[in-house]
C-alpha cells in the first residue's frame, strides 16, 4: 500500500512539474457512449455548428464512460438524405465541466435488422468550460443507431484532447 501511494505521489508531482510543452501533446481520449435520439424532418431549416441545414434534424441525449472519467453527451446534428452528418456536441462531466466539439460524419444504409452498422465520423474539440476551457484536439468516432423511435446510438470514441488550447 505505501508503494502504492508513493507511486501516486511521485506522478502527481512530474505532472505538477512538467513542462507546458510536454503537457501540448494532448491526453488520449478514449470511451464509449450510448444515447436516445428524435429525429424529425428539418422543415425549419436549422443548421448547427456552422454547417448548412441537411433533410432532417436530430436531438440526442446520452452518457458513457471515458478515460475522462464519466461524461453525459448532448448532440444537435443535421443529416442528408445521402447520410452525411453535421453538428454541434456537448460531453458534460459530473461536475458540469463541458467540451464542445463540431461533429461530422457519414451514415451507412440499414442493414436487414434496421440497424446502421456503417456510421463514422470526426470531433473536433472547439472549447469547453472549466477543466476543459479552451480545449482543442479531434477524435474518430464510430457508431451503431437503430432505427425507430426513439433512435438508440452506440458510439465508440478515440482521439486526443489537448486542455486550454495546449495543441
Do not use: W
Not at 17 to 29: D, Y
Request: proline share 5%; charged share 10%; aromatic share 6%.
Amino acid at each position: 500500500m505505501k508503494k502504492l501511494i508513493g507511486s501516486l505521489a511521485l506522478a502527481a508531482m512530474i505532472v505538477a512539474v512538467a513542462p507546458k510543452a510536454a503537457l501540448a501533446q494532448g491526453v488520449p481520449i478514449k470511451g464509449t457512449f450510448t444515447a436516445a435520439a428524435t429525429v424529425t424532418p428539418n422543415t425549419g431549416n436549422v443548421a448547427f455548428c456552422g454547417g448548412t441545414p441537411l433533410d432532417l434534424a436530430v436531438e440526442a441525449h446520452g452518457a458513457g464512460y471515458s478515460t475522462l472519467g464519466a461524461l453525459s453527451l448532448s448532440l444537435q446534428k443535421t443529416i442528408a438524405v445521402s447520410g452525411a452528418m453535421h453538428g454541434c456536441l456537448d460531453l458534460t462531466a459530473p461536475n458540469g465541466d463541458t467540451l464542445s466539439a463540431i461533429y461530422d460524419g457519414t451514415e451507412g444504409t440499414p442493414n436487414a435488422n434496421n440497424f446502421i452498422v456503417d456510421a463514422t465520423g470526426t470531433l473536433t474539440f472547439t472549447g469547453g468550460t472549466g477543466r476543459f476551457l479552451g480545449a482543442s484536439g479531434s477524435a474518430h468516432f464510430t457508431a451503431v443507431f437503430r432505427r425507430g423511435t426513439p433512435v438508440i446510438a452506440f458510439y465508440s470514441v478515440a482521439g486526443t484532447v489537448s486542455p486550454h488550447g495546449d495543441q
